[in-house]
């Protein structure tokens, strides 16, 4: 079966500290993967997205970084955090070809950062 | 680009029926998609309509209109546990399946 993990759970850091938030996923081949970030009773905003290694797509412009290294494998990466990077961060993959309408995701990180 | 506007906030009582609205902006797109958030947790997958019509999963249901923009998730014989955030969503064309979500309804059912 497909599952994903994220970790940690929780993390406070401090204003202009590094960040790397990790992603893995068991059960499929070559899934897109996806970061998202929520804000506190707010939607989901679309972070990156990668449809295979090494190729990332950025939606939004910030001090935030993506990568993939793995097939499934997707790291969230800041070399310094700004108090608007607190949030609940989700990493989500798309189900296998065909079925690709559905996005599962993980647990996520909660993130606050002082 | 993409936007997606629903409701904030809804509420209704146990054994009713809610509908959810969503209308929507958007060049093209594959689908509607329905996720439902429970406070503190991840969104979960609960419909998904590629085609206009009706689309029914147990207790749930989902429409989509594509010449009206519009779509609507239906919760029959409402449940405590339906107390959740609910999302709509949808993709661009492209192989990445990205979504762009509503910005969400928090249902509230009431004993």
């Known amino acids: 079966s497909q599952t994903i993990h994220q970790w940690p759970a929780t993390l406070v850091q401090p204003v202009g500290s590094p960040l790397s938030l990790e992603c893995t996923v068991e059960?499929?081949?070559?899934?897109?993967l996806y970061w998202y970030r929520q804000a506190a009773g707010r939607g989901l905003q679309l972070l990156f997205y990668?449809?295979?290694?090494?190729?990332i797509s950025s939606e939004v412009p910030q001090n935030l970084s993506a990568s993939r290294p793995q097939d499934r494998q997707f790291i969230l990466s800041s070399k310094k955090l700004l108090l608007s990077d607190s949030g609940f961060y989700l990493c989500?993959?798309?189900?296998?070809?065909?079925?690709?309408?559905?996005?599962?995701f993980g647990p996520g990180t909660r993130l606050l950062v002082l | 680009g993409q936007s997606l506007e629903q409701p904030s906030e809804v509420t209704a009582v146990e054994g009713a029926i809610v509908q959810i609205n969503c209308t929507y902006q958007?060049?093209?797109?594959?689908?509607l998609s329905w996720y439902q958030q429970h406070d503190g947790g991840a969104p979960t997958f609960l419909s998904y309509?590629?085609?206009?019509g009706l689309e029914e999963t147990g207790r749930f249901s989902s429409f989509l209109s594509r010449s009206d923009s519009y779509g609507y998730l239906l919760l029959q014989e409402l449940q405590m546990k339906d107390s959740a955030s609910y999302f709509c969503?949808?993709?661009?064309?492209?192989?990445?399946?990205?979504?762009?979500f509503g910005s969400g309804t928090q249902l509230t059912v009431l004993p």
């Open positions: 989500a993959f798309t189900g296998p070809l065909g079925a690709q309408e559905t996005q599962y």
């Open positions: 059960g499929t081949s070559n899934p897109n």
């Open positions: 990668s449809v295979g290694i090494g190729q």
């Open positions: 958007t060049s093209g797109f594959y689908g």
């Open positions: 309509n590629g085609l206009d």
């Open positions: 969503a949808v993709s661009p064309p492209g192989s990445a399946r990205q979504l762009t």
